[in-house]
């Protein structure tokens, strides 16, 4: 499977996340090995990858993921010395409005009230740790079950971190968006498992820093669904105990 990302998106770090992938692989977390990899001379990356004949996830079934949640915990300690560091991103995306997407979110009233909601939840002082393997973006529609293993595809942009912020990208969009929403006790597994590794402080910054994003990105595609976005943000952040603000 060929795979390219526009210069704007592009890796500039392939080889090390190459060698971080085999490293995991050896480890038995599973993803498509890389064939071939490289840079264009206008600034497009392109992978060449093996292609997964497997089924796509089942959307919340408790029996995947678990195996999710197994593999998950295979990422323990697996990130190196990778120089692209999600912990780090995470808090910049809090802080200095990494990428811009704050500064959408402050355009308008309900997105605002939802920012400063985030922010007053989180201390500018607490860092992630950042010595797990991150895929980045472990949503279902990046999971293939083949032989009953998972598969994790789309993993150009994986990093080091903590393993805790995969855990939380696989359940709070869907909450947030309400597509079938996974069961309370698959939401309580993957939170417990998560604060296990990151404490409760730690699983908030997960989620907070990728509801910023994920705002600012409905913004862009899905602009009639915000404000019902928004709303759910807040459900999900009265799950978590998270203060509103008077």
Request: charged letters at 25%; aromatic letters at 8%.
């Amino acid at each position: 499977m060929l795979k390219w990302h526009p210069p704007a998106h592009a890796n500039r770090h392939l080889a090390a996340t190459s060698d971080l992938l085999e490293r995991a692989r050896r480890a038995g977390w599973n993803s498509p090995r890389w064939l071939a990899f490289g840079t264009l001379s206008d600034g497009r990356e392109y992978v060449l990858e093996e292609l997964i004949d497997g089924a796509r996830a089942a959307r919340f079934d408790a029996d995947d993921l678990q195996l999710v949640l197994s593999a998950n915990r295979l990422q323990s300690g697996l990130g190196g010395d990778m120089p692209r560091d999600w912990s780090d991103y995470l808090w910049r995306v809090l802080w200095v409005d990494e990428g811009g997407s704050g500064g959408r979110l402050r355009a308008q009233q309900d997105t605002r009230s939802l920012l400063e909601r985030i922010l007053a939840a989180n201390d500018r002082d607490a860092r992630l740790p950042s010595a797990d393997l991150v895929h980045g973006d472990v949503g279902l529609d990046n999971v293939l079950i083949r032989e009953g293993r998972p598969w994790f595809i789309d993993a150009e942009h994986a990093g080091r971190g903590t393993r805790a912020y995969d855990l939380a990208t696989m359940i709070y969009p869907a909450m947030v968006r309400g597509e079938r929403e996974p069961s309370t006790d698959v939401v309580r597994t993957y939170e417990h498992e998560a604060m296990d590794v990151v404490g409760r402080s730690g699983l908030v910054q997960c989620v907070t820093a990728s509801m910023i994003e994920f705002v600012a990105f409905g913004l862009d595609h899905w602009p009639l669904d915000v404000p019902r976005c928004v709303a759910r943000c807040h459900d999900y952040l009265d799950r978590l105990a998270v203060a509103r603000l008077t």
